[in-house]
Nanobody
Framework: VQLQASGGGLVHPGGSLRLSCAAD????????MAWYRQAPGKQRELVAT???????HYADPVKGRFTIFRDNAENTVYLQMNSLKPEDTAVYYC????????????WGQGTLVTVSS
C-alpha cells in the first residue's frame, strides 16, 4: 500500500488543521489505517486508528480533540485536529495494515505540524 500524508503547517494554539492520507487503492480494502506522530527527541507514538468496520481508537492526549475518518470515494483517510496545543507539534505519519495484524507499511515522509504562537 502506498500512502501519502499531507496537510501539515504552522497553526496557533487553539487552532485547527486537517491532515490527509491518500492511498493508492480503495481504503475500503484496508483493514486498519492509522495516524502516528513523532515529536522532536521523542519516540513515534500512535495517535488514532480506524478499522474497516468504522471503529476508531484515540490516544488519551488527543481524545475529544482529534477525529479520524475515511472518505471512501477519495481513497483518503483524514485526521481532523482541533484545539491544538504546542505539545501536538510533531511530524505526523499515516500507515496501514492491509489485513488486520499485518506489519505496518514502510514509513513515508510524514507531514510537519507546528503549533506555536
Amino acid at each position: 500500500v502506498q500512502l501519502q500524508a499531507s496537510g501539515g503547517g504552522l497553526v496557533h494554539p487553539g487552532g485547527s488543521l486537517r491532515l490527509s492520507c491518500a492511498a493508492d487503492r480503495s481504503v475500503r480494502s484496508i483493514d486498519v489505517m492509522a495516524w502516528y506522530r513523532q515529536a522532536p527527541g521523542k519516540q513515534r507514538e500512535l495517535v488514532a486508528t480506524i478499522i474497516i468496520d468504522g471503529r476508531t481508537h484515540y490516544a488519551d492526549p488527543v481524545k475529544g480533540r482529534f477525529t479520524i475518518f475515511r472518505d471512501n470515494a477519495e481513497n483518503t483517510v483524514y485526521l481532523q485536529m482541533n484545539s491544538l496545543k504546542p505539545e501536538d507539534t510533531a511530524v505526523y505519519y499515516c500507515n496501514a495494515q492491509k489485513s488486520y495484524g499485518d506489519a505496518w507499511q514502510p514509513w513515508g515522509q510524514g507531514t510537519l505540524v507546528t503549533v506555536s504562537s
